[in-house]
């Protein structure tokens, strides 16, 4: 019984760990109805910046500010240079820009800081400590703390700013929302730069389990189940859904893998998610589409 | 500034690989070419900068010291495969009829390629090396003429790794009760080894349990909970990439002590183990090519290429004397033996791939040799033969202090009463299939 409650709850913090990527994706799809396909390289960028300026002297803080900084201007760019082209188009045709840009930012990202791995100490232990005879990561601990400051912080900023709210219109309709008056470049740029940020922070937790490298951007493969489940245009959604697809996939690794030969820990997640979509198409949180015809 | 400069640098390297497929030399007549594959972009890119760095130092190495092989200068060309397997193939088919005789001879850095290109060498007649990666049964020189998996296979590694183990515990009778638990890459490059772990399994009378982490190996949470609770007394690892790290960080999560786990050459560098901080600290890993810069021949290249401002091809000085610098080191080294080789038969004067085969294949490298290349304990002693291609079989084992690896053993040798039996069995499997005549080695020169 130790056993079960010690993977669970392994389960339970790593989907966390998936809930902190899958919120980048929520957000610019919120924004505008497209999966971020470049979601991942943001994330490997943001790590990489971090890990950079730190290379070169500056302290942690003055690290994580440039970067932000830097992240930021990233999403400007992106909405200056590619989106604001883009308004109006099929969806099909954001999500290629977004193929497109997830190419370009891992190859800018390793030209202008290089492709060496890189290790990252945020300083905090990942030693487990014992708690009634089950294992609990401290690291895995804190990284729950932080989803749920930025869970907070993220539903405060879709429900209670002006922002926010023009948000939610310009993901209903882009043309509907400019005709109301809601500058639609300008919420698209602020998306952009925090769904960075959101990138930043999950840059530096996965960052500092996996190191920082190329394979940080295939953290995306553990974000896209989450989405399903929780729905792709929920915040909570995201930490649900990652709560659900982090202790079922341990779960099932461990107690039905044997069966399989072991190694189910990568498609589960998928079989799962298409399930919910069999029962559920927007997912456990995701907003109904109801359209006139 | 200086980091400016490096990325200024980085960026006309990338405009330079991407522009022209590649860097290199400019090809004159009478000059012996060789194609370098590289993965210095995407998720291998720390290999492709570290290997290829110091395999094309030592062939500048050889221009600039020797003049070249037996005065045939040397002419490179990087081709970049960015790990896949399908740029892997296009550069070689852009370069293997390049230079005034061709290819001399391919290293992909890629298991996949190998296998890809296999009966593509022997139709364009040009030999492929994988040094301590690609096809294992292609050590059987009989059926895989053209390929030269050189100085230890997978599965030479895997017995060498038990026989580390046997040393540890004191005797491989010692072996029997114990518990070994082999967690593996869940792909074609980690099952390789399940075989012969069973094998020796039944031959030591240890118990083995099999735990496969799924690729790319970012979540191993579960896996490892499954090692602490079968409490097994060693750990044999078949990892690469960022399996390596989260392994490590994992195994300290659950309280697996990671100085019983051993790994091989493709966890063994420098970047597998700092990601991974405090949690690598006492990490073992076996390596064909041991790490440091004492010794003669990455001094000279240290002293010619990397000091008083000069500029070799490492970008990060810091990284010469790294695990895939001096494993980039040795590909020049066996690479050239093979071309210096091929000379005393076929005469000073560019070679065909064919003839470059036949020095590979006849590849006699004593301590006498090491000591006149310099690499003494950097390389071991090998001979191949049309039986063998393997040629040497050992490794050495290093472990990670927090901070470098130190070698902790001399050359370990392999097991090639349970290797070499089960290579020719797959070699000759391989041969039905394909239809393949095996070559009578008595009747060649």
Redesign the interface.
Known sequence: MLFFIEVLIGGLLAGVMYSLVAMGFVLIYKASGVLNFAQGSMVLFAALSFVSILAMGAPFWLALVLTLAIMVLLGVVIEKVVLRRLVNQPQITLFMATIGLSILIEGLGQMIWGSQVHGLDLGINDIPFNFYGVFISQFDLFAAGCAAVLVAGLSLFFHKTKIGRALRAVADDHQAAMSVGIPLKHVWAVVWAAAGFVALVAGLLWGSRLGVQFALTLVVLKALPVLILGGFTSIPGAIIGGLIIGATEKLAEVYIGPYFGGGIENWFPYVLALAFLLIRPDGLFGEKHIERV | MR?HV??IR??AR?IALGLMGGAGAALAAGEQFIPISSP???????I??GLSGGYIDYIELVNQRDGGVGGVKLAWEECETEYKVDRGVECYERLKKKGSTGASVFNHIHTGTTYATIERSVADKVPLVSIGYGRTDAADGRVFPFTFPLLATYWSQNTAQVKFIGMREGGMDKLKGKKIAHVYH?SPFGKETINIMNLQAKKYGFEVI???????G??Q???W??VR?AKPDWVIMVAA??MT??AL?SA????YPVDRIVSGWWSGAE?DT????D?AQGFITSSHTPTGTQFPVIQELIKRFYSQGKKGNM??VKRVGSAYYNIGVIHGILNIEGIRVAQGKYGKKPLTGEQVRWGLEHLSIDEKRLKQLGALGLLQPLKTSCMDHEGGGAVKFSQWDGKKWNTITDWVSSDQSIVRPLIEESAAKYAKEKNIKLRDCSKES
């Open positions: 980091q490096k990325a980085r960026m990338w210095r972009i995407g998720q291998m890119s720390a492709g900068t869940d099999h735990v496969g982490i799924t690729p790319p970012t979540e949470q579960s896996q909970l499954q609770q990439g960022v790290p989260v960080k300290q999560k659950v309280g970047e700092i990601p991974a901080g949690a970008e990060d």
